[in-house]
């Protein structure tokens, strides 16, 4: 998901909020906003993360989403049926 959203989001914009650390864990809420290239319809795409960390790196990396929200702005009626 990155490398596309790098390489392709041409207006991409990323906001960050809540971000936690406690041992070796860590997480954060980041928000992604952008174009979908195939339908050229904006997504606001909210992304909850959670970070396993090991000698103050990031080791393991899980984003949870919505992929019914993120489907319905990005394809319109065709990611609602999708959902």
Same mark, same amino acid.
């Given at each position: 998901?990155?490398?596309?959203? %790098?390489?392709? !989001?041409? =207006? $991409?914009? *990323? &906001? $960050?909020? #809540?971000?936690?650390?406690?041992? #070796?864990?860590?997480? &954060? =809420?980041?928000?992604?906003?952008?174009? @979908?290239?195939?339908?050229?319809?904006? %997504?606001?795409?909210?992304?909850?993360?959670? @970070?396993? *960390?090991?000698? !103050?790196?990031? %080791?393991?990396?899980?984003?949870?989403?919505?992929?019914?929200?993120?489907?319905?702005?990005?394809?319109? &009626?065709?990611? @609602? *049926?999708?959902?």
């Amino acid at each position: 998901m990155w490398e596309m959203l %790098v390489k392709r !989001g041409t =207006d $991409l914009q *990323l &906001a $960050l909020a #809540n971000i936690e650390s406690t041992g #070796n864990r860590a997480s &954060a =809420d980041w928000i992604a906003t952008y174009t @979908f290239s195939a339908s050229k319809r904006k %997504v606001i795409n909210k992304i909850h993360a959670e @970070f396993k *960390l090991k000698n !103050g790196k990031i %080791v393991e990396h899980k984003d949870s989403i919505s992929f019914y929200r993120w489907s319905c702005q990005a394809m319109g &009626a065709t990611g @609602f *049926l999708l959902g």
